[in-house]
């Protein structure tokens, strides 16, 4: 909801006319101005707001001969008492601001409408039984349920239910390969620590079995279903998870309690490398796969039929992203970026693992994703910004393409190499998930489940469009907007951006952008370098050092928007989360006149100190780097937004 109130309170929406009304509001829908045509220059200026004062510290850093002030370093300490009065004290000048707002009942309304639809996600298939999340429409949390193939679901895990103040989140689910018993990991409070939980199918009954101190990793299913291999971090002698800790990989054999449980993978010779294992198709091997950032990371092999086996190195060199996507025979696939920077797919002989073959060569655009499915090769590319799918034979001969409805993302194509199905969904700005049904042999995707969203997408356009960067550089952009809309620079538009961790930004629908465009905004989304959209050339190009042209490019884009006239900066929002706060954060410092308004949604904003808010944090550095290190320290100080 934020990213439509964003656009609400820093824009108007006034055409010629006069304030236009937000739809069904007002008695009669009488027009209604919004709370920005005072902070615009409309008429009824409303009184200025004293902010609460922050107090400053004496606190300095010196990195190599540099005085850096960080005055505000008591805000760290999220719980001591000065950081909860400080943000009470902030939260009451902010909340009756924002309840004001006269957009908001509508779009509370509105956002409730687009919210509550029935959904599907992708299912699982697995001993003849499809497993998949599902919400009704009216559920906070989807529901894990199975079903014969076209049969109706049954319920195995409903999270709204299994707490009374429903502070409990389904994080993950896999179930066995005989689909007799399903792996579920619960998430509390929001947490990244996750419980792993298992059922019996047959009656949904819960096992005994628990798994604590894991997160971000799943588990892999031994193929005759008597455990799972899982990556958990040690306890502390309080009883929670240590995550400053280092994670070794175990066995969990099911009834038995997780202190039986047995060391499998332990990383020796490196202070922060993280491991996860795969188990083969054929039960064969273990891929352990150790990681450290995002753009490189390093594969050992496991022998499990060999008592006593070592781990084996596969890809030692930390050169290139190797992604482990199924096996075959004697050979094992891999997704990797060595020696392709756009990716290929290699096979590499277990018998010899210095024996590899290209099987799908590096194209020209990048290669996103790809399994292994029924005994062929589903890759999914980017292709300017949006999906294309292409399916290979196993010696690389092209198989044909998946047919896609239009310009949007696409996700999926889970499953094994002796499956003839799989699934996938697609999206884009203005189209609600659909979920399709691939029959691998035929080549044919049908449509599985459509979601009835109440949307209104025949009444709005989306096109791409491409600009010049700061260093002339071509980088593209898709704007969304209600057809027919006056192209005069006087529309509200809300500018969104990430560029970072070799992440694809692709159209996707959400409801606050469809309630947004029907309050007669535009919005823009903007493929910055450090994505994924040109492959690891645009992610490189966009990281370290190279930093600042993620920021050069969201300028360009809204520099380009306003020349267009799509808008003019007093009705720009700009708007990014996570890395893209950053984005936000560094664009505000950097161009404070060019937007109206500007949300640095849970950004990374002090780049000199990001690395420790967590143990977890400090892989990030493999995108913005560390102030530890000189060179580094220099760029990240050039654009830290605090």
């Known amino acids: 909801m934020c990213t439509a109130c964003l656009l609400a309170a820093c824009s108007d929406t006034r055409v010629e006319s006069g304030p236009q009304p937000f739809p069904g509001s007002g008695p009669g829908g009488k027009p209604m101005r919004t709370a920005t045509e005072t902070a615009v220059g409309m008429p009824a200026a409303a009184p200025a707001l004293v902010y609460p004062v922050t107090a400053r510290g004496p606190v300095a850093d ?68 499809y497993f998949y999340l599902h919400n009704d429409g009216t559920q906070n949390q989807s529901v894990l349920e199975v079903a014969a193939r076209g049969g109706e679901g049954r319920v195995l895990f409903d999270p709204n239910t299994a707490r009374s103040d429903a502070t409990v989140a389904l994080g993950d689910f896999l179930p066995d390969v005989a689909g007799r018993l399903v792996a579920y990991a619960l998430a509390d409070g929001g947490s990244d620590w996750q419980v792993w939980r298992f059922k019996r199918v047959a009656d949904g009954a819960d096992l005994a079995d628990t798994l604590r101190f894991t997160k971000f990793w799943g588990v892999s299913w031994a193929r005759d279903g008597t455990g799972v291999y899982y990556s958990r971090y040690p306890a502390l002698p309080d009883g929670r998870g240590d995550d400053a800790g280092r994670p070794a990989v175990y066995f969990h054999r099911i009834g038995t309690t997780q202190d039986q449980d047995r060391l499998v993978y332990a990383v020796t010779d490196h202070p922060t490398h993280v491991p996860a294992a795969q188990v083969t198709e054929d039960g064969r091997y273990l891929i352990v796969t150790l990681h450290e950032g995002t753009d490189k990371n390093g594969v050992d092999l496991l022998d499990l039929e060999r008592t006593g086996a070592k781990p084996r190195p596969l890809f030692s060199d930390w050169d290139a992203l190797y992604v482990f996507i199924g096996a075959q025979d004697h050979e094992l696939y891999f997704r990797t970026t060595r020696a392709a920077p756009l990716g290929q797919v290699i096979a590499v002989d277990t018998r010899d693992p210095a024996v590899r073959r290209i099987v799908v ?93 109440p949307a209104q997408a025949a009444e709005f356009v989306t096109e791409q469009v491409f600009f010049a960067s700061k260093d002339g550089t071509r980088v593209p952009m898709y704007v969304s907007y209600r057809r027919g809309a006056p192209r005069d620079g006087n529309q509200p538009l809300l500018l969104y951006g990430y560029g970072g961790f070799d992440i694809s930004v692709t159209p996707v ?30 992610h490189r190009a966009g990281m370290l050092e190279n930093k600042q042209h993620v920021f050069d490019d969201f300028i360009a884009a809204a520099e380009y928007l306003i020349a267009q006239r799509y808008t003019r900066s007093a009705r720009l929002g700009v708007y990014g989360r996570s890395n893209g706060g950053l984005l936000v954060g560094a664009v505000l410092t950097q161009r404070p006149d060019l937007a109206g308004a500007a949300l640095p949604a849970v950004g990374v904003l002090d780049m000199l100190r990001y690395h420790t808010a967590s143990a977890n944090a400090r892989q990030w550095g493999s995108d913005y780097g560390l102030a530890e290190d000189p060179a580094q320290f220099r760029a990240l100080y050039a654009y830290s937004p605090v």
């Open 62 to 129: 010196n990195y190599f001969g540099t005085q850096v002030a960080d005055p505000y370093r008591w805000l760290e300490n999220l719980d001591s008492p000065e950081v909860r009065a400080w943000v009470a004290a902030q939260n009451a000048l902010a909340q009756p601001q924002l309840a004001q707002s006269p957009a908001r009942p509508w779009l509370k309304a509105r956002l409730s409408e687009l919210w509550n639809y029935e959904r599907f996600e992708l299912p699982v298939r697995r001993g003849g039984r």
């Open 361 to 453: 060569p590096e194209g020209s655009t990048a290669l996103e994703a790809a399994t292994y499915v029924g005994g062929r090769i589903i890759a999914r590319y980017v292709e300017d910004a949006h999906a294309v799918v292409r399916v290979y034979e196993r010696d690389g001969r092209p198989a044909g393409s998946v047919a896609l409805p239009g310009l949007g993302r696409v996700e999926g194509f889970r499953g094994e190499g002796a499956d003839t199905e799989t699934f996938f969904s697609y999206s884009d700005y203005l189209t609600p998930l659909k979920i399709y049904r691939f029959d691998v042999p035929a080549n044919e995707a049908t449509l599985w489940h459509e979601a009835h969203a």
């Open 509 to 538: 629908y959400r409801p606050a952008v469809e309630a947004w465009l029907e309050l007669g905004g535009t919005y823009a989304e903007a493929n910055l370098r450090g994505g994924g959209e040109y492959g690891e050339a645009w």
